[in-house]
């Protein structure tokens, strides 16, 4: 049961950071409401003031300017796996964006909500690294930008200030000719383990890769020292490296045991996923979508 609270609709950034710095503790961001009803019901979080920022028109548009795609914080988790543009500037975060949940949660859940609560086992952090992307934010002081990978701090921190909401996520186009897939692994609806890999190949050798994996530690991390390591390989020798990089892949990843796996099996799985991904990342039809529209799942 919710005890009583106290609804506030902001219209613009600079009311909703006002409120936020006025209620300190007692105030929260309310967006899609599907993290944050769900621990208030269950009494992990008190709340007296919901700051609901839904009625600020500028954090549910999808824009594309010179090639930045730019997505407010409040757009659903649905749009994002039905928007053409999207779908056709990063098919495979669309593609993971499908994945996300069931379709309540799709409709009801933001792609801010998602990666403010940073919760590891989710779906659209790890692909969006592979992008470059960047999250606004934004205060009554004023708006600054942060790459994707310094907002994502540790399990359920972020970068955030306290007075400070996301305004939105810029997603940069993957490089000319460079090829990305996301793979996922679950056994309930939340993902065990999600593989982003983007890959650029020049005669059947990686010239450039992307690498990043999500869910089985605190946060989701992009893999640079190994992308370093597989450029110039094929896909095989790629994948015979990656079959020595355990100790790597446990110091960097930081893997835990709990309900969706133990720590060993999940490494395990990162090293056999990372390389179907890296063989699906030389097929995929990029940039033409070959996921059907309501996503795989619909339950
Ligand atoms: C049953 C279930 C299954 C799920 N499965 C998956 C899955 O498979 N993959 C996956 O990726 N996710 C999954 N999720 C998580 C889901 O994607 C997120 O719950 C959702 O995206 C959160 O968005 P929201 O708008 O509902 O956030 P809210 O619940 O409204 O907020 C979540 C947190 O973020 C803060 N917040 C929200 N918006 C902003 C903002 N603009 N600026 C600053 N802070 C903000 C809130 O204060 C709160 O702390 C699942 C959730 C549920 C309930």
Redesign the pocket.
């Known amino acids: 049961m919710l005890g009583s609270l106290q609804l506030l609709q902001p219209t613009t950034v600079g009311e909703a950071s006002s409120a936020l710095r006025d209620f300190a503790e007692r105030g ?11 621990l208030m019901r269950h009494g992990f979080l008190q709340s007296e003031i919901l700051v609901d ?1 839904k009625k600020i028109d500028r ?1 549910h548009r999808i824009t594309s300017n010179d090639g930045l795609l730019c997505v407010g ?2 757009v659903t ?1 649905h749009a994002l796996e039905t928007d053409p543009v999207v779908r056709e500037h990063a098919p495979s975060f669309a593609y993971a964006e499908s ?4 379709v309540r ?1 799709r409709n ?7 990666l ?2 940073n ?1 590891p ?4 952090g790890t692909v969006l690294l592979v992008h470059n992307a960047s999250v606004t934010l934004g205060s009554q002081r004023g708006e600054r930008q942060l790459q994707l990978n310094d907002f994502f701090l540790d399990v359920y921190e972020t970068a ?1 200030e306290p007075d ?4 939105d996520v810029r997603i940069p186009p993957l490089p000319a000719g460079m090829i990305s897939a996301y793979l996922r692994l ?1 056994r309930f ?3 065990t383990l999600g593989i982003a890999v983007a890959l650029k190949m020049n005669n059947g050798k990686i010239a450039e890769s992307r690498l990043a994996v999500g869910c089985i530690g605190p946060k989701a991390q992009r893999l640079s020292e190994l992308e370093t390591k597989i450029n110039g390989s094929s896909i095989n020798d790629a994948k015979q490296i990656l079959a020595g990089q355990k100790n790597y892949f446990r110091d960097l990843l930081r893997p835990v045991d709990d309900l969706l796996g133990s720590a060993d099996y999940k490494l395990y799985m990162t090293h056999v996923l990372l390389g179907q991904a890296l063989e699906q990342a030389t097929i995929s039809r990029h940039p033409v979508i070959s996921f059907p529209l309501d996503g795989e799942r619909t339950g």
């Open positions: 929260r961001i309310y967006a899609g409401g599907a993290e944050l009803l769900l920022v954090l914080a409040c988790h994945q996300v949940a069931n949660v009801q859940g933001t792609l801010g909500g998602n403010c609560f919760d086992h989710s779906d659209p955030l400070e909401l996301m305004l679950h609806q939340r993902p």
